[in-house]
């Protein structure tokens, strides 16, 4: 079968009017507190819905049909589209005037990463750090997720590109028309974000950097409006306890969300991906907060404000704030966690590995995965013993079918040669063991902050060129779920069938 080049297309020329759409409300952003950069972000706005104009007219007589090879192909290029035309706010501002690191910066928002390539964020114009908190609020839940649910205009079934890009290995529906779906999970991702918007704003932040550090936490992004992240507001513990709060909602499967407004309480209560996950942070945050307390280096701790130790509230909250931050992939930092025991450093780069929930907007393996591989392994066990029983993985009372089994374990084997080999790439540019597999852990799992030269208090400016390209070429398999992107680098999958 031969694939469907226009609506293909079609459907890049409509994300790239998102794009331009997006950038003229960062450039209404930059008129409003008169940063000088207005018209620029203007013309950045304007290129993209031209190009995208064009290419819809062009187009507009295709065929109404697509099959997931084409969802692929969209959901790929659209990334690709999106970061490329992203990049124009910071060139023509030229507040990143260099294209590869102009591309490391807007790919890293969109994946949801949170890597910064910038050194001094609090000079860079209120219009460009609001675009870059939007690259992050889009990536968030899915710029197809988004567009899926507009495409009933366009006479177009999303069910191919919703499968392709929605994250984790289950696809929960909330409704049997996966337009209606992608608006319910719309509607909850805006009204958090507008929520913690709110509460931020009312706990003494400003309300432009409220609205950025709530994008940046729903979307699990991490990009914040200061030079020392959330540390900047370590005075101030209802603040981080606020965004503490989004970070585990915005961790937590958002089918989860929908199911509590709904009153259906008992859902969440019974979901095994949900226990896992609250277990895992309860159980994390004590173990960390005890060495914080105990052990941890206090007089080197704070990155820019003193923090009273002494006070066991101060080390339960650092160790929940990053506990959390990395498990959901945020990376916003309240503290320099490298200085808090060798120990502590080997245990988030664990953490790294783990991920928030299916269909959440965390990055990493996800909870669900870990959870069925665990099951699988115990099963293993008894198998060993009773060859003949029959004994299916169950997850939430039902039996899971072999091939999702065969498919989460092969995901982990595909994800952790994913890693090998990138912190192998990032060994022969001359970068230390420490740092290489921080940058290739952080990078996959769309986490942020690394170990070494590129952790907590340092950015990604020190990369080579190749590095920052090896890194944006990680952020994107790791956003879309590896097989996403990968197959396309099959031949098969370009063989007409």
């Not at 000088?36 to 819905?49: A, C, E, K, N, R």
């Not at 609205?211 to 940046?216: D, K, T």
Request: overall charge positive; aromatic content about 16%.
């Amino acid at each position: 079968m031969k694939l469907n080049y226009k609506i293909i297309f079609h459907f890049l020329g409509l994300l790239l009017l998102f794009n331009g759409g997006f950038m003229l409300l960062s450039a209404l952003v930059s008129f409003l507190y008169n940063d000088g950069v207005t018209m620029q972000l203007f013309y950045s706005g304007m290129i993209p819905i031209m190009m995208g104009a064009v290419m819809m007219f062009a187009t507009k007589d295709h065929k109404k049909e697509m099959n997931k090879r084409e969802g692929y192909i969209v959901v790929t290029f659209g990334w690709l589209v999106m970061t490329l035309s992203g990049t124009l706010p910071y060139i023509l501002t030229q507040s990143i005037p260099n294209f590869t690191d102009a591309f490391f910066e807007t790919m890293s928002g969109f994946t949801t990463t949170g890597s910064s390539i910038i050194h001094d964020i609090e000079i860079i114009p209120y219009g460009v750090l609001f675009w870059r908190s939007l690259t992050h609020w889009i990536g968030g839940m899915g710029i197809i997720v988004l567009a899926v649910a507009i495409l009933p205009l366009l006479g177009i079934g999303g069910m191919q590109l919703f499968a392709a890009e929605a994250p984790g290995p289950s696809g929960d529906k909330l409704h049997p028309r996966i337009t209606d779906t992608a608006k319910r999970l719309w509607l909850i991702y805006f009204g958090y974000t507008l929520a913690e918007t709110l509460l931020l704003w009312l706990a003494g932040m400003t309300f432009f950097d409220a609205i950025n550090h709530a994008m940046a936490t729903l979307s699990t992004g991490g990009f914040s409006t200061k030079n020392a992240s959330v540390a900047y507001w370590n005075h101030q513990p209802i603040i981080q306890y606020i965004i503490i709060t989004f970070m585990f909602l915005a961790g937590a499967n958002f089918v989860l969300s929908y199911f509590a407004f709904k009153g259906k309480i008992q859902k969440i209560y019974k979901d095994e991906e949900f226990k896992l996950y609250s277990w895992f942070i309860a159980i994390f945050t004590t173990i960390v907060a005890f060495i914080i307390y105990f052990r941890a280096d206090l007089g080197m701790s704070s990155i820019t404000h003193p923090m009273v130790w002494g006070q066991a509230e101060s080390a339960f909250r650092h160790g929940l704030f990053q506990v959390l931050s990395i498990i959901t992939t945020t990376g916003f930092v309240s503290a320099d966690y490298t200085l808090w025991t060798h120990f502590l450093v080997v245990f988030f780069f664990g953490l790294m590995f783990l991920g928030g929930s299916a269909g959440s907007t965390a990055g990493g393996v996800k909870v669900v995965r870990h959870l069925i591989m665990i099951k699988n392994g115990f099963i293993e066990f008894k198998r060993s013993l009773h060859p003949n029983a029959v004994l299916p993985v169950r997850y939430n009372t039902k039996a899971v079918s072999g091939d999702i089994v065969f498919n989460v374990l092969a995901f982990f084997i595909l994800y952790m040669l994913s890693f090998i080999i990138g912190a192998l790439v990032f060994s022969m540019l001359g970068i230390n063991f420490e740092s290489a597999v921080g940058l290739s852990a952080s990078s996959l799992g769309n986490v942020g902050p690394a170990l070494g030269n590129f952790g907590p208090v340092t950015n990604y400016a020190a990369l080579p060129a190749v590095g920052k390209w090896w890194c944006s070429f990680l952020m994107l398999i790791g956003r879309l779920e590896l097989f996403t992107v990968l197959v396309l680098l099959t031949p098969f999958f370009w063989r007409n069938r």
